[in-house]
């Protein structure tokens, strides 16, 4: 019956001849949409590039130039070249010399500094006359990890001089301690950021621009005219995702360019691999987009979805920039069902460990897995019926 | 006055009959408020050791068990092989590789010096950086103490020798959540202060609702205004309800006054709504509001200082957070919460943010037409 009902209707519909021609013209559609609406289209390309150089220049958890504060109050040789040897590294950027005690907390509590050296009376003759003097580190450990690195730096230039003036004699029984950095050894911030960044854009560009632009159609009212047409509704919705997977193509394109001419982050591992695990990934968010979009009923509420439901798990459980390792175990077991948190994983082992597909099919079956799950949830809930 | 009354009282109502964007304005923030500084901890812990002992000897097993009791790292493969070991690493099943060399025990005693080798997945560089140095630690405290073993020093030290003391200040526990619930805080206000400010103008201008409030005799700044106080209260209500779940989950309470950081957020609220309003100006639909100020939020939020210290961005960026009224904020909500800091403390944040309200308020203002 419902099938009579098509084939009737394809007899006056001009363009309802074939499925397949339908379709490209519901895709034409949707990517004049994207097409016309140039502002939109330029955020779309522009983004990820804007973050990737964000991320990959700007955003480091390496710590360097810190504002610190001296007090010296024994002002001798030995203090002077210590602050010297301080001041030319680049880790801090001595910016001030501190009179009293009073001083240090002022100047901690103006925000301006996150170290204090505080040399005490008489540091060159202890040192001389007893062999023993001290320095003590006051550090702002409001942020800990920058403390506890800003603390390892200054005693580690410390030490350096303590050897200096040592004239180098070897210690007997020394343990000597040979570390390799593999896979990054300049310890770059891109490293690690290049991949999350990918996942987080896919993400944000699939999953939240399709199920925004189908709500739209329902808020504006013109998916009651789509819903009639003789195409299947579901096809419809894909119709609705295609562009969007080109646009998302479009951006890993970009932003694999660009991490490795421009961060110099190498694609160690086969680049076709990459490309086709990344479609998956756009096919998983784009599902994902679709669930949303089933459920949401305006343009807001859709964004919010998509944003608390989408943007911060992915942002908070890939892994990229918290240690998953170190989450509650309710989190960590959370973390499992964000798709992100797979393709991170992926990305990670083709891109920057150079691994092949024995490596990843556990995720990549994981990945695959999750899509059919919510493309099977989003076919049975499509209402063909508004509201 | 009484226009601006009217005009307060359709939006309230508007805000009000929407429940879905109710429950999201007060419920999901709180949720990531709770979730969040859970996940945000970025203490350096749990390493996941791989071990390679070619040696077994009584040393090799005293440094093993000195590493794994420190607390930090945790003992998760123990290979024979340095490839093994390197494969645990690719599969993400260890971080950091000890590789103890044959005869280890034996060159230490008899040439006085043994080399072990220590190699970490640098892909995390924060990560690898102070597992390293974290293992040295250790590495060096052991050779102290097997120095100790064998020779007696004398009573006074035979060289010169420095001695650094820490004092962790503020923050004495090296608590992560302590640092990152204020700034989560600022990110939560700031998202559904900008976003909802500006869909709400779009939204108008997409229904075609806005033409019947051009048409009508209400001024350019009593429209702006009538749009800007509702969510302006929304934000501050929010911000009311993240400090009590601060305060009372966290335990965390500001050693500054609460007054310092009410004045301090009325003020960047009116700022970042005026940003948000300006948005609206500008977009014809919501995808584009939305994508507009979601994409402005994030660069906002990445270059606040929230995850990553500004001072070890490169100068460029560090000139891009002076004209970022988020990073502003994050950084008077650490000053006050954690150090104390009072109003004189951050005159030059609240005279910057005064600058930020008028300019992108009166930018609104103007920019806004009542012709379409």
């Known amino acids: ?387 | 006055m009484r226009v601006l009354r009217f005009l307060l009282q359709k939006e309230l109502r508007q805000i009000f009959r929407d429940r879905a964007i109710i429950r999201v304005l007060f419920i999901m923030p709180m949720i990531q408020l709770l979730i969040l500084p859970l996940a945000a901890d970025y203490e350096i812990k749990n390493i996941n050791l791989g071990v390679v002992d070619h040696d077994h000897s009584e040393y090799s097993r005293k440094l093993i068990n000195k590493i794994t009791s420190s607390g930090y790292f945790k003992l998760q493969d123990y290979s024979t092989t340095f490839q093994q070991g390197l494969r645990s690493i690719e599969k993400d099943k260890t971080d950091l590789i000890l590789e103890i060399p044959s005869h280890f025990e034996k060159d230490l005693v008899k040439e006085d010096e043994a080399t072990l080798l220590v190699a970490v997945n640098a892909i995390n560089g924060v990560k690898a950086g102070l597992g390293a140095a974290y293992i040295q630690g250790i590495i060096q405290g052991y050779n102290q103490e097997l120095r100790k073993q064998w020779i007696q020093f004398p009573r006074m030290n035979p060289e010169p020798t420095i001695e650094a003391t820490f004092s962790n200040w503020f923050n004495p526990t090296m608590n992560y959540r302590v640092f990152m619930v204020p700034g989560i805080l600022v990110m939560l206000v700031t998202i559904i202060g900008s976003s909802f400010a500006s869909n709400n103008i779009v939204r108008e201008k997409e229904m075609g609702t806005i033409e019947q409030i051009n048409v009508s005799p209400i001024k350019k700044w009593q429209f702006i205004l009538g749009k800007l106080i509702p969510f302006w209260m929304l934000a501050l209500f929010v911000l009311t309800i993240g400090l009590t779940i601060a305060r009372l989950i966290y335990n965390i309470i500001p050693l500054g006054n609460y007054i310092t950081i009410y004045i301090f957020a009325s003020i960047y609220l009116l700022a970042i709504l005026g940003l948000g309003l300006l948005l609206s100006t500008f977009a014809q639909t919501q995808q584009q509001s939305m994508l507009v100020s979601f994409f402005l939020t994030m660069i906002f939020n990445l270059l606040s200082g929230l995850f990553t210290p500004i001072e070890s961005m490169p100068s460029w960026a560090q000139t891009i957070t002076r004209f970022n009224p988020v990073s502003y904020f994050i950084e008077v909500m650490r000053m006050v919460i954690l150090k104390g800091s009072g109003l004189t403390d951050i005159k030059f944040h609240l005279i910057a943010m005064i600058g930020f309200a008028i300019f992108f308020n009166s930018w609104a203002i103007i920019n806004y037409r009542k012709r379409s």
């Open chain 1, 1 to 387: 019956m419902a099938n009579n009902l098509i084939k009737s209707n394809s007899l006056q519909h001009p363009y309802a001849r074939g499925g397949g021609k339908q379709f490209l013209i519901f895709v034409k559609k949707e990517w004049l949409h994207i097409w016309r609406d140039k502002r939109t289209l330029f955020i779309l390309i522009f983004m990820p590039i804007v973050q990737i150089l964000l991320y990959g220049f700007a955003l480091t958890n390496e710590v360097k130039n810190a504002k610190i504060a001296i007090f010296d109050q024994s002002k001798d040789i030995a203090t002077t070249a210590i602050t010297n040897e301080i001041a030319a590294s680049k880790y801090f950027n001595l910016i001030k010399n501190l009179h009293s005690y009073q001083d240090i907390e002022a100047t901690f509590r103006e925000g301006k500094i996150r170290m204090a050296l505080v040399f005490p009376n008489e540091f060159r003759n202890n040192l001389l006359h007893t062999n023993q003097a001290q320095i003590q580190l006051i550090a702002d450990a409001s942020d800990p990890n920058t403390a506890n690195t800003l603390t390892n730096y200054a005693t580690s230039v410390i030490n350096d001089y303590q050897q200096s003036i040592n004239q180098n004699k070897p210690l007997p029984y020394t343990i000597k301690t040979q570390v390799r950095m593999l896979y990054n050894p300049e310890l770059k911030g891109a490293y690690s950021f290049v991949p999350g960044v990918m996942a987080l854009v896919l993400m944000l560009v699939c999953a939240m621009m399709t199920s925004i632009s189908i709500v739209r159609e329902k808020e504006i009212g013109t998916m009651e005219v789509i819903l009639v047409s003789p195409l299947k509704p579901f096809r419809i919705i894909i119709a609705k995702t295609i562009p969007y997977l080109l646009v998302s193509m479009l951006n890993i394109g970009s932003i694999l360019l660009l991490s490795v001419y421009a961060l110099d982050v190498p694609i160690v591992g086969s680049l076709w691999l990459l490309l086709a695990e990344s479609t998956l990934f756009t096919i998983t968010s784009l599902s994902v987009g679709i669930l949303i979009s089933n459920t949401a009923k305006t343009q807001q509420t859709a964004q919010f979805t998509s944003l608390m439901s989408l943007f911060l798990p992915t942002l908070l459980f890939s892994g990229f920039m918290f240690p998953i390792e170190n989450m509650p175990i309710p989190l960590q077991i959370i973390s499992n069902i964000v798709p992100a948190k797979w393709y991170y994983i992926i990305v990670k082992s083709i891109m920057i460990k150079g691994l092949g597909f024995g490596a990843i099919w556990k995720e990549t079956m994981i990945l695959i897995s999750m899509t059919l799950v919510l493309l099977g949830i989003s076919i049975r809930n499509f209402k063909i019926r508004l509201s």
